[in-house]
């Protein structure tokens, strides 16, 4: 006995979505199989994504936990394979970008209060290509949180389910702690600014708050300062400055930061150095240095998504 069915017409066969499903279901039995998954198991995960889709919490999650390598297929793979000739680390841009941040002096001051809350923490290094050559003219689009964790700038439709978490204070001036410095004749910048705050990643005792407890991941963000550095014939990167000491680091819901992210910061408590900056109290400084590929190592410049992060 023969079975004829019949095509549909509303609906093309995609190709690609049959090659990466047959991919995704055979890696998933082969986890089920190493693992022991039972079949209640699955039922229960089941179960508990319909909860995260009812809750709202669904897309953070989904963010959180298996975006970043997507994104980085998307918009990261200029910076692929960084161990093979010393660039930078490329990093996911998150939702808080603002664009057109004021330019600030060499060095400078990120736009902030006069009696700004937080350490004060001053950043320098140098921009230079995989040759070694230092980058003069690179620009350095920097934008992070203040030392109580939340960004300014953003309005609520860009803030999206950031605003749920608390993270965003529509009362700050929209350059808060946001600016572009360019380098001089050898590459190198400084800036001071504050050590940036914790930001919350999940709403406690929301669904994907009880997610990232059961697997162990922090529900905090680890502190952090992104970066857009851009030069003439080289790749924009992508980039964040972690901390060495945050216990965050390795704990955080995308997965453990890579280690060449995580910078030190030296404490300098000596009242005659505060005198030298023009300051009043102790002060850290750390050192990071972007390394950045030349155009040549990939056929166009990398698509980067600016704006409307929720809306892709």
């Known amino acids: 006995m023969t079975t004829t069915e019949t095509p549909r017409t509303d609906i093309e066969f995609n190709k690609r979505l049959r090659v990466v499903f047959d991919d995704l279901q055979k890696a998933f039995g082969d986890v089920a199989l190493r693992h022991g998954i039972t079949f209640d198991e699955l039922g229960r995960a089941i179960t508990y994504l319909t909860k995260l889709v009812e809750?709202?919490?669904?897309?953070?999650?989904?963010?959180?936990?298996?975006g970043a390598r997507p994104m980085e297929v998307s918009h990261g793979r200029a910076y692929a394979d960084p161990?093979?000739?010393?660039?930078?680390?490329?990093?996911?841009t998150g939702p808080a970008y603002v664009p057109g941040a004021p330019e600030i002096e060499n060095p400078g001051v990120l736009p902030m209060a006069p009696n700004e809350p937080g350490e004060t923490l001053i950043v320098s290094g140098v921009v230079r290509s995989t040759s070694g050559k230092p980058l003069p003219g690179a620009v350095i689009d920097l934008w992070q949180t203040t030392a109580d964790?939340?960004?300014?700038?953003?309005?609520?439709e860009q803030a999206g389910p950031l605003e749920d978490l608390d993270v965003?204070?529509?009362?700050?001036?929209?350059?808060?702690?946001?600016?572009?410095?360019?380098?001089?004749?050898?590459?190198?910048?400084?800036?001071?600014?504050v050590v940036p705050g914790v930001e919350p990643a999940a709403v406690p005792g929301s669904p994907l708050d009880d997610l990232l407890n059961?697997?162990?991941?922090?529900?905090?963000?680890?502190?952090?300062?992104?970066?857009?550095?851009?030069?003439?014939?080289?790749?924009?990167?992508?980039?964040?400055?972690?901390?060495?000491?945050?216990?965050?680091?390795?704990?955080?819901?995308?997965?453990?930061?890579?280690?060449?992210?995580?910078h030190?910061?030296?404490?300098?408590?000596?009242?005659?150095?505060?005198a030298a900056r023009g300051l009043t109290a102790p002060y850290r400084t750390l050192t990071?240095?972007?390394?950045?590929?030349?155009?040549?190592?990939?056929?166009?410049?990398?698509?980067?998504?600016?704006?409307?992060f929720w809306k892709q």
């Not at 809750?55 to 298996?66: K, M, T, V, Y």
Request: hydrophobic share 35%.
């Open 55 to 66: 809750s709202g919490d669904f897309l953070l999650a989904a963010i959180q936990l298996i």
């Open 83 to 92: 161990e093979k000739d010393g660039a930078s680390t490329w990093m996911p």
């Open 149 to 156: 964790g939340r960004y300014a700038g953003l309005t609520p």
């Open 168 to 193: 965003v204070d529509f009362d700050l001036p929209k350059y808060h702690l946001r600016g572009k410095i360019v380098t001089d004749a050898e590459g190198r910048y400084e800036y001071r600014t």
């Open 214 to 262: 059961m697997l162990g991941r922090a529900n905090s963000r680890a502190r952090h300062i992104h970066a857009y550095i851009s030069h003439e014939d080289h790749h924009m990167l992508t980039h964040q400055i972690h901390f060495e000491g945050d216990p965050l680091v390795d704990t955080v819901s995308e997965g453990a930061i890579a280690r060449d992210l995580i």
């Open 264 to 274: 030190k910061t030296e404490l300098h408590d000596d009242p005659a150095e505060w």
């Open 288 to 308: 990071c240095d972007y390394v950045l590929r030349p155009i040549g190592f990939d056929e166009v410049k990398d698509p980067y998504l600016l704006e409307g």
